[in-house]
């Protein structure tokens, strides 16, 4: 048996200019694929360093735990790109890479003569991603990109929250996300098709995009069945029960998707499974309200943890509503390569969420702690001398 790689994508450069999440979230990926990711910093440091409280660290080394969410596995180069040095430098890091990535608003890299046919013409193999809030064209496409905003206009907040009056932002900046992981899926297709045309493409996505491509069924209960969806709360408004009870100590959550399941969950919850309001998926729908009275009131004196036993002795999905403390002490989660135990040389031993996803081989063993500002700096300079003189 080989020994293992660096990773899947060991070999290849990404060139990163971007900042804050969504491009930043993007290339870490990569950079967890094994590629090597070289950050391209102005003097300040990417905004989000200074996203805090909370802090770690003091005085000149103080950062933003925020900054070290989506920064592991790069290295920190700090360029004025309005100085031409500086510039003459990103050009050559330009011909050393394999992709770029920028999330800068539409048309700023253009006015600083970074366009995509300037590049091409430079290294026409390099793939070229762009992450913009609403588009890069189109009547909004000059917006500037800011998670809550996307989320609003995406129509998410509309479908989240207790009930259509109080539209609720998700928990994290599920938009910056999903662009950062459209992002990559994106530069993966482009880098495989380039081993058959020889040049690289042009990716792009938003947060509007990554948004509305997630809208799934409550997409399609407008587009074909002509009903605008809004929020109703913690349970699916095609299947029930499907979401949160109380109980005695707390909330746990069942999701019967069947009629089976259904049955299951009447016999723990000791209700008649056969009552004509709850017999059917679609007549336990129609009286939702009504179910989760009936459900909850069983449930009334019986403790979370009893009840999560019991359906699962019975063979019905459920779960606890965790805190994250809870989440990062659980053993499964630490099973699956959830924690990161890293070194950083300002910092010390720092432990950081993990890359969610495996391989059985070829899969990066050592990751690396997200940069101070600047400090590969050297290093990348003399790789790239190295480069001009061979």
Not at 9 to 29: E, K, N, R, S
Not at 95 to 112: I, K, S, T
Not at 171 to 196: E, Q
């Amino acid at each position: 048996m080989t020994a293992p790689l660096d990773g899947p994508l060991d070999g290849i450069v990404v060139l990163d200019l971007t900042q804050a999440l969504a491009g930043p979230h993007a290339t870490m990926i990569l950079g967890d694929l094994g590629a090597r990711v070289i950050k391209v910093e102005r003097a300040a440091g990417d905004d989000s360093r200074a996203w805090g409280p909370p802090w770690v660290g003091e005085d000149e080394h103080r950062v933003s735990t925020y900054f070290l969410s989506a920064n592991r596995n790069k290295e920190s180069v700090v360029l004025d790109l309005k100085a031409e040095a500086d510039l003459d430098v990103l050009w050559q890091l330009v011909d050393a890479a394999d992709v770029l990535v920028e999330n800068f608003r539409p048309g700023v890299l253009d006015r600083m003569g970074l366009t995509v046919e300037a590049l091409h013409a430079r290294n026409p193999r390099l793939v070229v991603c762009s992450i913009s809030g609403f588009g890069h064209d189109g009547p909004e496409g000059g917006r500037p990109g800011y998670d809550q905003i996307a989320q609003g206009e995406a129509g998410l907040m509309s479908l989240t929250g207790p009930g259509p009056d109080e539209p609720t932002k998700v928990g994290v900046p599920i938009g910056d996300l999903l662009a950062g992981l459209h992002a990559v899926y994106g530069i993966l297709a482009a880098l495989h098709a380039r081993h058959t045309t020889g040049r690289g493409d042009v990716v792009r996505t938003s947060l509007l995009s990554s948004l509305v491509g997630v809208h799934a069924y409550q997409g399609t209960r407008y587009t074909v069945a002509g009903q605008v969806p809004r929020a109703q709360g913690n349970h699916h408004p095609s299947i029930a029960p499907y979401g949160a009870f109380a109980c005695s100590d707390g909330m746990l959550q069942i999701a019967a998707a069947n009629d089976s399941l259904w049955r299951r969950t009447a016999a723990v919850a000791g209700v008649d499974a056969d009552e004509p309001r709850f017999a059917t998926n679609g007549s336990r729908v129609e009286h939702r309200d009504e179910l989760i009275a009936l459900l909850e009131a069983a449930f009334a004196d019986r403790t979370r943890d009893d009840l999560l036993a019991a359906l699962d002795e019975a063979g019905v999905p459920s779960g606890a509503i965790r805190t994250l403390d809870e989440v990062y002490t659980s053993p499964q989660v630490r099973s699956q390569g959830l924690l990161l135990d890293v070194e950083h040389p300002a910092l010390g031993a720092l432990q950081l969420p993990g890359p969610p996803v495996r391989f059985d081989s070829h899969a990066r063993t050592d990751h690396a702690a997200p940069p101070s500002l600047g400090a590969d700096g050297p290093s990348v300079l003399a790789w790239l001398a190295s480069r001009s003189e061979s």
